[in-house]
């Protein structure tokens, strides 16, 4: 089994600055893509940003110039760093991972972080 725990989130006024980690752990063999979606109150959830397993970089239009998304595959961990938040940007961000064990290829989701942009 595959577990994602992230940290991070939390309350900022537009304009400032979050920073989310996922640690990816357990059976695992190889990560392909790693990324961050988004969920807003009755809304679908979105593609924030991804990174593949060879460094390629993906970003909604919404987000580029602002975010960046980073992972070390030594650590089995990916980043993203959100500057000049707006709040649009208030939503639950969830990590995902694309994960082969020892046994089976599946997708894995994170709990789930607040991240709320308000005055």
């Known amino acids: 089994q595959v577990q994602l725990v992230e940290s991070g989130g939390g309350l900022v006024q537009p304009g400032g600055s979050l920073r989310l980690s996922c640690a990816a752990s357990?059976?695992?063999?190889?990560?392909?893509?790693m990324g961050w979606y988004r969920q807003a109150p009755g809304k679908q959830r979105e593609l924030v940003a991804a990174?593949?397993?060879?460094?390629?970089?993906n970003y909604a239009d919404s987000v580029k110039g602002r975010f960046t998304i980073s992972r070390d595959n030594a650590k089995n961990t990916v980043s993203l760093q959100m500057n000049s938040l707006k709040p649009e940007d208030t939503a639950v961000y969830y990590c995902?991972?694309?994960?082969?064990?020892?046994?089976?290829?599946?997708?894995?989701w994170g709990q789930g972080a607040q991240v709320t942009v308000s005055s």
């Open positions: 990174v593949s397993g060879g460094g390629s970089e």
């Open positions: 357990g059976s695992i063999s190889t990560i392909y893509t």
């Open positions: 995902n991972a694309d994960v082969r064990t020892w046994t089976v290829r599946s997708n894995y």
